[in-house]
């Protein structure tokens, strides 16, 4: 099987999955349980919904492991079984995914803030790699850093999966939408910015996840192809912005209002094109029949 840079290099666009925690609390996953947990109780659970995002299209499946480092753990007293959870992970991942798809481990942030004193460099380093390292030996082969808002934590993460494994390195974050029209992080990280120092610090493919829905994540891409045209860019995003209704945070753009930006995203210049928060295999599937009438 070719690599996903391999692959985008022969002129394919891609299909990503979509979100895994709102499918994850319809199966019973209760509030304030630990998600990654049910990698080694509720492994069959997890498996289906790998297995809907591959019957919907998807040429690539991520892994119940964002919340999978050290830290997070720590807060369930599950620090200690951080390879064993990632590895269980990935090991169900590709238990669907088969030899002819790809497996995305998926690495998110650990809450905590180097600026603040809160962790060190050092610290976060040995928790991703760790992370890293059973995501791999599970089967992924690419390591998805995502929803990353620092550069510093995002380089660590990123030098981390690179120095530790042989797995494409994919870098995502999660920009914000300022009044001129131009996209930031919290932590006031530009497109601009993380084009350099991802690539500085190793990754094969960046791009942005959560934060916007499909059209906002237009100006992402375009930010991004205005400093580099040919590092492969990934698109995880939500369906539409988020609405507080019934006491409960929904997304409620549909399939088809989703969709209808595909061809405008890959004429932006994305090479890979999932969904994050609100989005379902519903989404998924129309999003990969977008990509193949474009491939037509």
Known sequence: MKTITQAIRSGNVMVSDGAWGTFLQQMGLQPGECTESWNLKHPDRVLKIAQSYIDAGSDMIETNSFGGNAFKLSMFGLEDKSFEINEAAARISR???GDNKHVLGSIG?????LM?????YDQLYEAFKTQAMGLEAGGANALVVETMTDIEEATAAVKACRENTSSEVICTMTFDKSPDGSFFTMMGVSPADMVAAMLDAGATIIGANCGNGMENMIGVVKEIRAIDAEIPVLVHANAGAPVYKNGETVFLETPDEMAKFVKLLVNAGANIIGGC???TPDHIKKIAEIVKSLKK
Do not use: F, R
């Open 95 to 97: 238990q669907v995914a």
């Open 109 to 113: 942030p650990t809450g905590k803030i």
């Open 116 to 120: 603040m004193g809160d962790v060190t």
């Open 277 to 279: 928060c609100g989005t």
